[in-house]
C-alpha cells in the first residue's frame, strides 16, 4: 500500500490501536491470522544463509585461532 502523506497520520494509527485493543481475544487472533498468515517463515538453510551473507559475523574472519584441540583437557561423557 502506498502512502500519499509525507508524515505517518498518528490519529488514524491511535484509533486503529484502540479499535485493535477493545476486540475479544478471538477477534485480534483472527486479525493477527488474516494479517501474518501468508508470510512463509524461512528454514533453517535460509537463515544459515542470510547469517553467512549478511556480513554480521565477518569479525570473526579476522579474529586469530588461539585455541587447538590439544589444549585443555578432554572431556569425559558419562
Given at each position: 500500500?502506498?502512502?500519499?502523506?509525507?508524515?505517518?497520520n498518528?490519529?488514524?494509527?491511535?484509533?486503529?490501536?484502540?479499535?485493535?485493543?477493545?476486540?475479544?481475544?478471538?477477534?485480534?487472533?483472527?486479525?493477527l491470522?488474516?494479517?501474518?498468515?501468508?508470510?512463509?517463515?524461512?528454514?533453517?538453510?535460509?537463515?544459515?544463509?542470510?547469517?553467512?551473507?549478511?556480513?554480521?559475523?565477518?569479525?570473526?574472519?579476522?579474529?586469530?585461532?588461539?585455541?587447538?584441540?590439544?589444549?585443555?583437557?578432554?572431556?569425559?561423557?558419562?
Amino acid at each position: 500500500m502506498k502512502s500519499t502523506a509525507s508524515s505517518p497520520n498518528l490519529q488514524l494509527v491511535e484509533s486503529l490501536i484502540q479499535l485493535i485493543q477493545s476486540l475479544s481475544a478471538d477477534e485480534q487472533s483472527l486479525l493477527l491470522d488474516k494479517l501474518l498468515g501468508k508470510i512463509p517463515y524461512p528454514s533453517a538453510s535460509e537463515i544459515a544463509h542470510l547469517a553467512e551473507q549478511g556480513g554480521s559475523f565477518d569479525f570473526w574472519r579476522d579474529e586469530p585461532e588461539i585455541y587447538s584441540s590439544e589444549d585443555g583437557e578432554p572431556v569425559t561423557w558419562s
